[in-house]
């Protein structure tokens, strides 16, 4: 079956640009992570949903940032007016259910956004 | 606060021999702990998680991790490498702030020497 996906694979952009991001979790999967993960350095949580809603955003450094999972599905991250620090994998999760400490995220391959 | 250290951000092991990667974590409360593997190019992919049944876990690809209270530790081995197992390795312990989220670790870089 379908994993993860997430496109695109690469995005080089301008600073000041805006981007967006694409994921398509697997099918039946409730809960949706996006995660960044700079050079060197694991992946940091940004934002998670439950269906529809974003159940926690608190790991989106600023307003700049966005995302949305309008139909429980597909989501899209976000970014305006981006900044050469905005450079980064931008990585993808979901999991049947969320609301558990237990459950096991699955990984898309990540978008490397590059910021010129 | 939970956070999660791994320490040693690159190891190298010849084929055949042992494999030990460390993580210790930290956490005020009995935390889920997972190890993932990241192959270039391949999204994260789970080896084996811990949820407080048994202590040893086993995982794929014949790796396996303990669970030590007491050490705050939880590192992951495998009695003998392959050329295969050259990867990058998260150690991952979830906490409750709101929702649960997973804190990962910088990372080790496991190179395998034929």
């Known amino acids: 079956g379908a994993g993860v996906s997430q496109t695109p694979s690469n995005k080089v952009t301008e600073k000041g640009k805006y981007v967006e991001l694409r994921c398509d979790p697997i099918?039946?999967?409730?809960?949706l992570y996006w995660y960044r993960q700079s050079l060197g350095q694991g992946p940091e949580f940004l934002i998670y949903?439950?269906?529809?809603?974003?159940?926690?955003d608190s790991g989106l450094p600023n307003d700049r940032f966005f995302a949305v999972r309008p139909e429980g599905s597909v989501s899209t991250l976000k970014i305006q007016r981006t900044e050469r620090g905005d450079s980064a994998v931008y990585l993808c999760a979901s999991s049947l259910r969320g609301g558990t400490s237990e459950v096991e995220q699955f990984f898309g391959p990540g978008t490397r956004l590059t910021v010129l | 606060a939970q956070s999660v250290t791994q320490l040693d951000s690159h190891v190298s092991v010849s084929e055949g021999t042992p494999v030990l990667l460390r993580c210790n974590y930290s956490s005020s409360y009995s935390p889920s702990l997972f190890w993932y593997v990241q192959h270039p190019n391949k999204g994260l992919q789970l080896l084996l998680k811990?949820?407080?049944?048994?202590?040893l876990v086993k995982g794929i690809n014949g790796f396996e991790a303990e669970f030590k209270k007491s050490e705050t530790s939880f590192h992951l081995t495998k009695p003998s490498a392959h050329m295969s197992d050259a990867a990058e390795y998260f150690c991952?312990?979830?906490?409750?702030?709101?929702?649960?989220?997973?804190?990962f670790g910088t990372g080790t870089r496991l190179k395998v020497l034929a």
């Open positions: 949903f439950q269906g529809t809603g974003a159940a926690d």
């Open positions: 991952v312990v979830t906490y409750y702030s709101g929702t649960y989220k997973y804190i």
């Open positions: 099918s039946g999967h409730t809960a």
């Open positions: 811990y949820t407080s049944a048994a202590t």
